[in-house]
C-alpha cells in the first residue's frame, strides 16, 4: 500500500519560514519525480516545485528563490524549505510522487495546511 505522508504545515507570520516534509512508503522513492503542489479553495491545485529521480529541479515562478525542494532517497522523504513566506502562499500542500514507465503511476498525499498571516 502506498502511502505518501506530510507534515510540517502550520501558521506562520508574513516573512517567516516552514519546512514541510513527506515520507513515503510502499514506492521503490528514488525512482519517482516527487513535487509538491498547493491548493486554494476555488482553485485548481497547481505545481509549486518538483525534482525528478536524478535531482532536477522545476519550480513555479512565484515562489522561485524563496521555495527549495530536496529529497534523501536513503529516508524515502521529500522536503520543501519554505522561506519569505507570503500571505499568497496560504493553501493545503500536497505531496506527489510520479512514475512513469508503460503506464504512469501516480500518487498524493493527504495535504497539511500552511496559513500565512500577522
Known amino acids: 500500500q502506498v502511502q505518501l505522508v506530510e507534515s510540517g504545515g502550520g501558521l506562520v507570520q508574513p516573512g517567516g519560514s516552514l519546512r514541510l516534509s513527506c515520507a513515503a512508503s510502499?514506492?521503490?522513492?528514488?525512482?519517482?519525480?516527487m513535487g509538491w503542489y498547493r491548493q486554494v479553495p476555488g482553485n485548481e491545485r497547481e505545481l509549486v516545485v518538483s525534482?525528478?529521480?536524478?535531482?532536477?529541479?522545476n519550480s513555479a515562478d512565484s515562489v522561485k528563490g524563496r521555495f527549495t525542494i530536496s529529497r534523501d532517497n536513503a529516508k524515502n522523504t521529500v522536503y520543501l524549505q519554505m522561506n519569505s513566506l507570503k500571505p499568497e502562499d496560504t493553501a493545503v500542500y500536497y505531496c506527489n510522487a510520479r512514475f512513469r514507465r508503460s503506464i504512469e503511476y501516480i500518487y498524493w498525499g493527504q495535504g497539511t495546511q500552511v496559513t500565512v498571516s500577522s
Open positions: 525534482i525528478t529521480s536524478s535531482g532536477s529541479k
Open positions: 510502499g514506492i521503490n522513492f528514488s525512482l519517482y519525480t
